[in-house]
């Protein structure tokens, strides 16, 4: 980072430390520049299990260590050769907690200048992907429907407009109440 003048980088590392997902940068040596406080707060949780595999580690001195630390000891891969780049996409088991490790260049003026690399929880990742296939599970079996806040149909699913014998353009933009009977409707119970 050193194309900005102390001013701007310290607006950037604050800028960085205000975001949710956990960011690492490097620069083009794999020297850690900066950790973002999302990191380090993964980090401080799982110092202990760390230290069992790194002795002698330490948060507050990881910046200006390379980064390769990460990927030859929690490495999934198991390989412990030095590393002659940043991998694109690495999962490291840091304790308890697996992490997919996802790394892009950072360029400037058509010339990389350090590497970016993003920590996604790997459990978190896990529990989406089988929530989503249990819904499409859940879509494929039954008749679902999909309402704003108003009762305005956004979607449905195939199973639910063949038993009501409309189609999705019929449908959407209407209110819900278009399934239900006028006496139905009209009845104050």
Known sequence: MAMFDNGHTLLLNAAYDQLSISVLITDNERRIVHLNQSLKDRLEVASEEIKRKAPGFKLATL????VDFFYEKFAKRGQDKQLTSVPEKETIDLGSQTYILRSKPIESNGKK?????????????????????KLD???????????????????????FLNAMAYTLEEIRGKHHSIFVDRQTLESKD
Do not use: P, Y
């Open 113 to 133: 200048i350090g590497t970016l690399i993003e920590w996604h929880d790997a459990q978190q990742k896990l529990e989406i992907s089988e929530n989503s296939a």
């Open 63 to 66: 910046a200006g260590t390379r």
């Open 137 to 159: 599970a859940l879509c494929r079996s039954q008749a679902v429907i999909e309402f704003n806040m108003d009762g305005t149909i956004v979607s449905a699913n195939a199973n």
